[in-house]
């Protein structure tokens, strides 16, 4: 029988020998949180892959893979069920198809022109604006928000009557929004115009043709038809900000 130093000689070296062998094995490199490309979360993808689809389309058709039918469909369920402040619900919109149509951009033209003061070159790009980009279309959305409900509501609460306002802006936004990116997602290329902007005589000019209250004011008008080219300007590609100059974290 061995002796207990012999024992504890051989013990020792087998401890020795494994050392040896740890010691051969590469030693990971510690790699900092902020380096490490974050993983994108995989439930939102299909969501995001709408979100970054969606695009303006200036070149499109007077065709539409959906029904008039399912146009006002689609509209009305973003309209139901987009946010709003106080569940206020003041934000309306209008589907004008066909005649409809061509006849909202004719008098958005017509209007745009007074306010060019004979400026020829000026006069000639907003016809070939309208004329090439959106009328060509086969629909628009008119989008509106009912200031007669604003107003309402700003005076149940006068300490922030003004706030409304701007709250009414922000919900035609993700209204608008919401729209766009569905019918882009139905095989609609779109893009968001602001004609009613430009003048009053605009906005009383499709009040009037939407047939609409006059407490209705015009915030876009979204014309969109199945796209004929590529989205954007090819003369100004898309390009990004570093998002290190947009989005902050602050955790502690």
């Known amino acids: ?10 013990t020792l070296h087998m401890g020795e020998n494994k050392a040896e062998a740890s010691a051969k094995l590469p030693i990971p490199t510690p790699v900092s949180a902020a380096t490490q490309e974050p993983k994108n979360p995989s439930g939102s ?4 892959d709408a979100v970054e689809n969606r695009r303006s389309y200036y070149g499109i058709k007077a065709e539409s893979p959906l029904t008039d039918e399912q146009l006002v469909a689609l509209v009305g369920r973003a309209v139901k069920h987009a946010p709003n402040s106080f569940n206020m619900q003041q934000s309306r919109a209008v589907v004008l198809t066909g005649k409809a ?3 909202l951009w004719e008098k958005v033209l017509e209007t745009n022109l007074k306010g060019l003061g004979g400026d020829k070159d000026q006069e000639e790009q907003a016809r070939g604006r309208v004329n090439g980009a959106f009328k060509t279309g086969y629909g628009t ?6 200031m007669d409900v604003v107003k309402a509501w700003g005076e149940k609460m006068p300490f922030v009557a003004e706030a409304f306002v701007q709250w009414s802006d922000v919900a035609t936004g ?11 997602k139905e095989g609609l290329g779109a893009s968001l115009q602001h004609y009613a902007q430009y003048s009053q005589e605009t906005q009383d000019a499709i009040t009037e043709l939407c047939k609409v209250p006059a ?3 015009c915030t876009a008008l979204l ?18 900000q570093p998002l290190e100059e947009r989005v902050k974290l602050i955790s502690a």
């Open 215 to 217: 407490a209705w004011r």
């Open 223 to 240: 014309p969109f038809g199945v796209p004929i080219g590529p989205p954007g300007n090819p003369a100004h590609p898309k390009d990004f």
């Open 174 to 184: 993700i209204l608008q929004y919401i729209v766009w990116t569905a019918l882009e």
């Open 101 to 103: 149509h061509a006849e």
């Open 141 to 146: 959305v008119a989008f509106f928000e009912d």
């Open 1 to 10: 029988m061995p002796s207990l130093a012999s024992q504890l000689k051989k």
């Open 45 to 48: 993808a299909a969501f995001f």
